[in-house]
């Protein structure tokens, strides 16, 4: 188990991200949808380092469920669409695997009326996107390993570590039954 990446490294990629958006949407209404709940706390590093007008919003969409460690269907719940219509739309993820749950949200919100709609993610697995297609920015490229920190979860445990860390998920799917244990352990054993 290793940190893949930092606090720090993680920090200054996003204020890079705030300053490539804010050249990008200069004077246009943008509307940022994160997608839940892996994009939480990007999201809100993200808009807090942002020095243009923005609105944001949230989605729930799942392509992952439980234990799962590669995407399956996309579901969007659209219960609740976005007031997306009229408006620049970036849909932001906190990591871009195959690419198809970016794919399947940024054909929705064109349909919702989106001026426009690009992609940003935390991190990109560049080796695992499906061809044809990649995030129109993103803070981060990673190799294909099964990470956890910074939104980012293993059924549900780890989100809260402030830096990305490479799982090991046979070491984790060892520690199942002592979940509380297990992430305390892995805590004391990442520079938190």
Known sequence: MRTLISTEELRTGIAGLARRLEAHYQGQPLTIVALLNGSLLFLADLVRELRIPVEYDTLRVSAYRGEATTAGE?????????AVRGRHLLL????????????????????WGAL????AVLLWKPDRTRAGFRP?????????????????????????LPQIVELDLSAAEAGQGRSEEHTSELQSRVDI
């Open 74 to 82: 996309v579901r969007v719940e659209v219960g609740q669409v976005p």
């Open 92 to 111: 932001l993820d906190d990591i871009l695997d195959t690419g198809a749950t970016l794919q399947a949200v940024g054909q929705l919100a064109l349909g």
């Open 116 to 119: 426009s709609v690009r992609t």
């Open 136 to 160: 129109d920015d993103y803070v981060r490229q990673i190799p294909d390993v099964f990470v956890v920190g910074y939104g980012l979860d293993y059924n549900l445990q780890y989100r809260q």
